[in-house]
T-cell receptor, first 113, second 115 residues
Framework: QQQVKQSPQSLIVQKGGISIINCAYE??????FPWYQQFPGKGPALLIA?????SEKKEGRFTISFNKSAKQFSLHIMDSQPGDSATYFC????????????FGTGTRLKVLA | GAVVSQHPSRVICKSGTSVKIECRSL??????MFWYRQFPKQSLMLMAT?????????EQGVEKDKFLINHASLTLSTLTVTSAHPEDSSFYIC???????????FGQGTRLTVV
């Protein structure tokens, strides 16, 4: 019940295309859902995050879509660029208590020039 | 965003020795710090959660006597890998969260190689 399932494992997109990564969770107590971008040999960096009272959040080329009833959320990267090539992790957290993050398994994105 | 500095970025140590990794929050008070371990091409595995001034809470399966965590101040937490073995070689990442914040900020990670 603490798992966050992420798909696909890897993704190849042409420059200018849309990259879509999906995550699903079981624990309805989760109330904070961030997405992180990680480059090789570096720590993760926060891209965008959403709370379950909002169905969509957009920041620049990055959009989170959130479906509370389906317990799913997704990251859309519009106009994907080669510099977006990285590993993306979704996460879920309960904002009361220890607040620890449960991470998805990661998606390795490659954007072709 | 806030800055979390992790040091060293890379360390090589001999089997049987201990190595200490530092995690500092540079511009905020980190009431909670988290330590993760990441194997190549895998996700982040939470090792332990520490609150300032309290003992760390370790995740199931993580040896607390092997991975010593100290969170003595609001800006510094340390992870000491004791009696390191080659299987402890991994990428270790810390993150920190301030009071009332939803976001956790990550350090740049430490690549530990035990030879």
């Amino acid at each position: 019940q603490q798992q966050v399932k992420q798909s696909p494992q890897s993704l190849i997109v042409q420059k200018g295309g849309i990259s879509i990564i999906n995550c699903a969770y079981e624990n309805t107590a989760f109330d904070y859902f961030p997405w992180y971008q990680q480059f090789p040999g570096k720590g993760p960096a926060l891209l965008i995050a959403i709370r379950p009272d909002v169905s969509e959040k957009k920041e620049g080329r990055f959009t989170i879509s959130f479906n509370k009833s389906a317990k799913q959320f997704s990251l859309h990267i519009m106009d994907s660029q080669p510099g977006d090539s990285a590993t993306y992790f979704c996460a879920a957290s309960i904002t009361s208590g220890t607040y620890k993050y449960i991470f998805g398994t990661g998606t390795r994105l490659k954007v072709l020039a | 965003g806030a800055v979390v500095s992790q040091h060293p970025s890379r360390v090589i140590c001999k089997s049987g020795t201990s190595v200490k990794i530092e995690c500092r929050s540079l511009d905020f008070q980190a009431t909670t710090m988290f330590w993760y371990r990441q194997f190549p091409k895998q996700s982040l595995m939470l090792m332990a959660t520490s609150n300032e001034g309290s003992k760390a809470t370790y995740e199931q399966g993580v040896e607390k006597d092997k991975f010593l965590i100290n969170h003595a101040s609001l800006t510094l937490s340390t992870l000491t890998v004791t009696s390191a073995h080659p299987e402890d070689s991994s990428f270790y990442i810390c993150s920190a969260r301030g009071p009332g914040n939803t976001e956790a900020f990550f350090g740049q990670g430490t690549r530990l190689t035990v030879v």
